[in-house]
């Protein structure tokens, strides 16, 4: 589904301010794969995103979706492919457009732009039973401005108008990170969900060990623009902070950053 092979980036090459994000980097994920994303600030995490999103362009290697070679195509080529919630809740969604007009951008993405043809009835119906699923009370406030709404309420809908097409990759870059715990925590329950009915191939960066644990079906962490641990299902049903902690001291003089633990 998803084909990263040997894929590198370098920030401001040959300067002072050099800085490598990614150093040949392979990952494979299988149509339904649910890969938590940990390690160390500068890690390169959020740099996999954009490298697999066309956000960035790699510097080389090659990176695969659905068996389509997507390496050179900018991100708004790639958007049919690929859905994307970022940590500022602000990011997704457009504050000045109403929920549903917000949700016909959504539904249109990848195809020809315009929200004429977005708000027919049955495209309507569609929406509020999407939005029952948040069980936020969104669907009986359609009209209501995206700006209106509390953090929580719109980084949920983000979430629901990036898996609304069916990504055949779903991104999540600390999407819960901005949030208050409560939160956070009804926000996660919702990426369960959404990505479980879909059956959605996502890649989900996050700061909470616990999250990454509990999420997913396997578990990558990264250090230096690599991959440096990683955790197939079987490892990953028995594994603990513990464990990923003592993954993490055995690479030299790094420190892991984890929510849980910073508290
Ligand atoms: N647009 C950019 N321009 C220059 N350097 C960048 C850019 N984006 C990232 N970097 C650098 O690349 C490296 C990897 O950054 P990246 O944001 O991918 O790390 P991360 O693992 O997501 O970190 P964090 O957990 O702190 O968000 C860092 O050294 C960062 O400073």
């Known amino acids: 589904m998803l084909t990263v092979n040997d894929v590198s980036k370098t920030f401001f090459p040959g300067t002072v301010n050099e ?59 790639r958007a049919k492919y690929v859905g994307r919630v970022f940590q500022d809740p602000l990011a997704g969604t457009a504050p000045n457009l109403t929920i549903e007009e917000n949700l016909s951008l959504a539904f249109l993405r990848g195809r020809r732009r315009g929200l004429g043809p977005g708000l027919g009835k049955k495209r309507r119906v569609q929406f509020v039973e999407q939005l029952s699923m948040l069980e936020l009370g969104l669907e009986d406030r359609l009209t209501a401005k995206v700006g209106l ?3 929580g309420q719109r ?22 990170a901005a949030l208050d715990p409560q939160r956070a925590e009804l926000v996660t329950t919702l ?6 009915t879909g059956g959605l191939t996502t890649l989900m960066v996050t700061h909470n060990m616990e999250q990454a644990i509990r999420l997913g079906n396997r578990l990558i962490m990264m250090h230096e623009g690599q991959i440096v641990y990683e955790a197939d299902a079987a490892t990953k049903s028995s594994l603990t902070v513990q464990d990923l902690l003592r993954e993490f001291t055995k690479i030299k003089g790094a420190t892991l950053s984890d929510q849980a633990f910073l508290g």
């Open 191 to 196: 990426t369960q969900r959404i990505v479980d």
């Open 19 to 77: 800085r490598r994000a990614l150093h040949q980097l392979s990952l494979t994920l299988a149509e339904g794969d649910f890969v938590t994303v940990i390690g160390s600030n500068g890690a390169g995490k959020s740099t996999l995103l954009n490298a697999v999103s066309g956000r960035l362009i790699a510097d080389g290697g090659s990176i695969e979706i659905d068996g389509k070679n997507v390496t050179r195509l900018p991100d708004h080529r």
């Open 149 to 151: 709404l509390s953090g």
């Open 155 to 176: 980084q949920a809908l983000s979430l629901l108008m990036a898996g609304f097409t069916q990504p055949r990759i779903m991104l999540l870059d600390e999407h819960t």
